[in-house]
């Protein structure tokens, strides 16, 4: 039903700054929840921020806050993800996901649709 595809991944000092984005294919995004969510080496996918589709509810996990900024443009069907200050603990797999219904945004169980993940790495 919908395709989701990320982009802007790569390496990155501790410090700087990435942002990710997602294009939707299939579907249009102005009726779906999006949010992002990482995994790193050996560990839980984690959530990481989320957008309601009119952007009336955002949210980010704790470690994140006040260092990346979740956005999306409905008219061009993506979804960013700007991450400064980053640090080695950023590093992961990030996923754009989407939902046409959610009760939490940060519980992965409310998505439906996922894409397949761009690599972010933050090193020395």
């Known amino acids: 039903q919908v395709q989701l595809v990320e982009s802007g991944g790569g390496v990155v000092q501790p410090g700087g700054s990435l942002t990710l984005s997602c294009a939707a294919s299939?579907?249009?995004?102005?009726?779906?929840?999006m949010g992002w969510f990482r995994q790193a080496p050996g560990k839980e996918r984690e959530f990481v921020a989320a957008?309601?589709?009119?952007?009336?509810?955002?949210d980010y996990r704790d470690s994140v806050k006040g260092r990346f900024t979740i956005s999306r443009d409905n008219a061009k069907n993506t979804v960013s993800l700007q991450m400064n200050s980053l640090n080695t603990e950023d590093t992961g797999v990030y996923r754009c996901?989407?939902?046409?219904?959610?009760?939490?945004?940060?519980?992965?169980?409310?998505?439906?649709?996922w894409g397949q993940g761009t690599q972010v790495t933050v090193s020395f």
């Open positions: 996901a989407a939902t046409p219904y959610y009760y939490s945004l940060s519980d992965p169980s409310d998505y439906d649709y």
């Open positions: 957008i309601t589709w009119n952007g009336a509810v955002i």
């Open positions: 299939g579907r249009s995004l102005s009726s779906l929840a």
